[in-house]
T-cell receptor
Framework: GIQVEQSPPDLILQEGANSTLRCNFS?????LQWFHQNPWGQLINLFY???GTKQNGRLSATTVATERYSLLYISSSQTTDSGVYFC???????????????FGAGTQVVVTP | DAGVIQSPRHEVTEMGQEVTLRCKPI?????LFWYRQTMMRGLELLIY????????DSGMPEDRFSAKMPNASFSTLKIQPSEPRDSAVYFC????????????FGQGTRLTVV
């Protein structure tokens, strides 16, 4: 099956700092989403981004599908950005994988005041 | 729309008991997914439905697990009998279509089996 690798596994930031999270995947994808799991465990949709670039406030994401990676940018980080960031992909070529997201292991982000 | 709604939010049960988790997908969504999250295995897909029909249950760990979707607005995941290793957070998600669409997750049910 498709492999999804996220880096770094852990990140400690001072409030106000910028950071980049990376998601590499081993095969072509139909779909790619970024989620934020907050300290209460809720999975919050950040971006649906199978290709291209999107921005939402202080967050932005870029997926280069041909090179099989996606980046999530956090600018001017705040303590509320703490949590785990997951990348999830849906493989393109395997019909028995359609609809089946494969999640990465996540990046644990801690933003300190 | 209120989003994907799961109940209960927390469940503590004794080993051997039956546990039923519930999910109400977003209205109009035709795909429903059940995921399990553990420290050891991360987020893994258990089963998914399309138009109330189970499509792929290859992720269901064993026969103690079963899932149903009697109508477009309700699904259950049942564990009988429950074991301590079933302790995890169980998420339900829904989407419209299965390609190039965004999936939305419920708040999860934290299950503890003692």
């Amino acid at each position: 099956g498709i492999q999804v690798e996220q880096s770094p596994p852990d990140l400690i930031l001072q409030e106000g700092a910028n950071s980049t999270l990376r998601c590499n995947f081993s095969d072509s994808v139909n779909n790619l989403q970024w989620f934020h799991q907050n300290p209460w465990g809720q999975l919050i949709n950040l971006f649906y981004i199978p290709s291209g670039t999107k921005q939402n406030g202080r967050l932005s994401a870029t997926t280069v599908a041909t090179e099989r990676y996606s980046l999530l940018y956090i600018s001017s980080s705040q303590t509320t950005d703490s949590g785990v960031y997951f990348c999830a992909v849906e493989p393109l070529y395997f019909s028995d994988s359609w609809g089946k997201f494969q999640f990465g292991a996540g990046t644990q982000v801690v933003v300190t005041p | 729309d209120a989003g994907v709604i799961q109940s209960p939010r927390h469940e503590v049960t004794e080993m051997g008991q039956e546990v039923t988790l519930r999910c109400k997908p977003i209205s109009g969504h035709d795909y429903l997914f059940w995921y399990r999250q553990t420290m050891m295995r991360g987020l893994e897909l258990l089963i998914y439905f399309n138009n109330n029909v189970p499509i792929d249950d290859s992720g269901m760990p064993e026969d103690r697990f079963s899932a149903k979707m009697p109508n477009a607005s309700f699904s259950t995941l049942k564990i009988q009998p429950s074991e301590p290793r079933d302790s995890a957070v169980y998420f339900c998600a829904s989407s419209w279509g299965h390609q190039n669409t965004e999936a939305f997750f419920g708040q999860g049910t934290r299950l503890t089996v003692v």
